[in-house]
């Protein structure tokens, strides 16, 4: 078993979308009307045949007090991988995106954690 698909809630489709593939790297894999939302997916430009991520709309009643509650207590919705925390962090502070946590080592790895612009926060992480 293996993971497939993973999601993350976003206020705005359209707007993720461009967040996502603009500012972070990632390449639009499938876009799919259903009704008022779509099935709107991303993949790293690394592995295009990799994990996809579900830009998912936050229309359910229980995922907006769910994705407040988590950014309250800064808990990032998803972790992406890096290979250099400090110059991505370079690289996006530079892109305007907004850090709730610098780049910060403990035991051997590296995080830090950025507002996605779509009521998430998002950690980068390498690993030691």
């Known amino acids: 078993m293996r993971i497939h698909v993973t999601s993350v809630f976003v206020d705005d489709q359209e707007q993720a979308l461009r967040f996502y593939t603009e500012t972070l790297g990632f390449v639009k894999k499938h876009d799919?009307?259903?009704?008022?939302?779509?099935?709107?997916?991303?993949?790293?430009?690394?592995?295009?045949?990799?994990?996809?991520?579900?830009?998912?709309?936050?229309?359910?009643?229980?995922?907006?007090?769910?994705?407040?509650?988590?950014?309250?207590?800064?808990?990032?919705?998803?972790?992406?991988?890096?290979?250099?925390v400090r110059a991505e962090h370079d690289r996006l502070t530079a892109l305007g995106v907004r850090f709730t946590q610098e780049p910060l080592e403990t035991g051997g790895v590296t995080t830090a954690v950025l507002d996605d612009t779509c009521g998430n926060l998002i950690q980068i992480v390498r690993a030691a």
């Open 32 to 84: 799919v009307p259903l009704g008022e939302a779509r099935w709107l997916t991303v993949v790293s430009a690394e592995e295009p045949e990799g994990i996809e991520l579900l830009l998912e709309p936050s229309g359910h009643p229980a995922v907006g007090p769910y994705k407040r509650a988590l950014v309250a207590d800064g808990i990032p919705a998803a972790s992406f991988a890096v290979d250099d």
